[in-house]
């Protein structure tokens, strides 16, 4: 079983940074894709990065340039670096950890941005 912890999250200004971090339990970190999503009050879970186990990596379009998805294996933890943000980017971030029998969530950080 996978446990993931997600921490990092908080209350910050537009124009402001935040660094997530989701630490993930058992072995197949490393040969796992990892993803981080978000959801915003009465909206649908979206998806905001994914890195897969190559370090390849993509965005959605509404964070390109603002957001750097990385991981770092050795310490079971994938990261999700968040700058220049905009009161739009307010919700509850969840990482998830990808297998091809099943997948993993954490249970989410809020992020808040507002002046």
């Known amino acids: 079983q996978v446990q993931l912890v997600e921490s990092g999250g908080g209350l910050v200004q537009p124009g402001g940074s935040l660094r997530l971090s989701c630490a993930a339990s058992?072995?197949?970190?490393?040969?796992?894709?990892m993803g981080w999503y978000r959801q915003a009050p009465g909206k649908q879970r979206e998806l905001v990065a994914r890195?897969?186990?190559?370090?390849?990596?993509n965005y959605a379009d509404s964070v390109k340039g603002r957001f750097t998805i990385s991981r770092e294996n050795a310490k079971n933890t994938v990261y999700l670096q968040m700058n220049s943000l905009k009161v739009e980017d307010t919700a509850v971030y969840y990482c998830?950890?990808?297998?091809?029998?099943?997948?993993?969530w954490g249970q989410g950080t809020q992020v808040t941005v507002s002046s």
């Open positions: 998830k950890l990808s297998r091809p029998e099943r997948d993993f």
């Open positions: 058992g072995s197949i970190f490393s040969i796992s894709a």
């Open positions: 890195i897969t186990s190559g370090d390849s990596t």
